[in-house]
T-cell receptor, first 116, second 114 residues
Framework: GESVGLHLPTLSVQEGDNSIINCAYSNSASDYFIWYKQESGKGPQFIID?????DKRQGQRVTVLLNKTVKHLSLQIAATQPGDSAVYFCAETVGYSGGGADGLTFGKGTHLIIQP | DAMVIQNPRYQVTQFGKPVTLSCSQT?????MYWYQQKSSQAPKLLFHYYDKDFNNEADTPDNFQSRRPNTSFCFLDIRSPGLGDAAMYLCATSRDESRNQPQHFGDGTRLSIL
């Protein structure tokens, strides 16, 4: 079936370097995407989102890129810090007009490890 | 601060003994969700409430039920827990004004089955 997946289960980067976490999705109807950060023992924490009418969105130290042609999503974290160590999930949903809210389909997650 | 609160953080129950997990929110969001997250896996949606309307996922076992007595509270009932139900259970909320709204998660309840 259609699903959201991540390319790499673990990503190790040096402190201060930029991190790029990738995600592929297969549902062409997906129109809203979210990146979550999950630290050990905690719930997913919202990082940044992007709608399908955009291809780039920037936040504080984070940038999300969306390539609808190849159904690819990425999260870029600038100047990675020790506090960025966590599992990162991409999630997608297919919204419907007129409001309402659907559940999210999560990718498998990437464990980001920061090396000193 | 407005937030999603789950109690308890850790719950231990016996095989086959009913258990209830609770979630409350101060965000005044219309939608509340329950996800199951097993070790080293992504969260998986069980069901959600849009106001009082219950929406069950097709593959959610009948063993899992939910109640939402008011806007602020939502409960997850597991009628006869099996060993395979040991997991983190996450509650989330979202607004309904727009379909493109992020979900806000609590810190979960970790359920262990003896």
């Amino acid at each position: 079936g259609e699903s959201v997946g991540l390319h790499l289960p673990t990503l190790s980067v040096q402190e201060g370097d930029n991190s790029i976490i990738n995600c592929a999705y297969s549902n062409s109807a997906s129109d809203y995407f979210i990146w979550y950060k999950q630290e050990s023992g905690k719930g997913p924490q919202f990082i940044i989102d992007i709608r399908s009418n955009m291809d780039k969105r920037q936040g504080q130290r984070v940038t999300v890129l969306l390539n609808k042609t190849v159904k690819h999503l990425s999260l870029q974290i600038a100047a990675t810090q020790p506090g960025d160590s966590a599992v990162y999930f991409c999630a997608e949903t297919v919204g419907y007009s007129g409001g309402g809210a659907d559940g999210l389909t999560f990718g498998k997650g990437t464990h980001l490890i920061i090396q000193p | 601060d407005a937030m999603v609160i789950q109690n308890p953080r850790y719950q231990v129950t016996q095989f086959g003994k009913p258990v209830t997990l609770s979630c409350s929110q101060t965000l005044n969001h219309n939608v509340m969700y329950w996800y199951q997250q097993k070790s080293s896996q992504a969260p998986k949606l069980l069901f959600h409430y849009y106001d009082k309307d219950f929406n069950n996922e097709a593959d959610t076992p009948d063993n899992f039920q939910s109640r939402r007595p008011n806007t602020s509270f939502c409960f997850l009932d597991i009628r006869s827990p099996g060993l395979g139900d040991a997991a983190m259970y996450l509650c989330a909320t979202s607004r309904d004004e727009s379909r493109n709204q992020p979900q806000h998660f609590g810190d979960g309840t970790r359920l262990s089955i003896l």
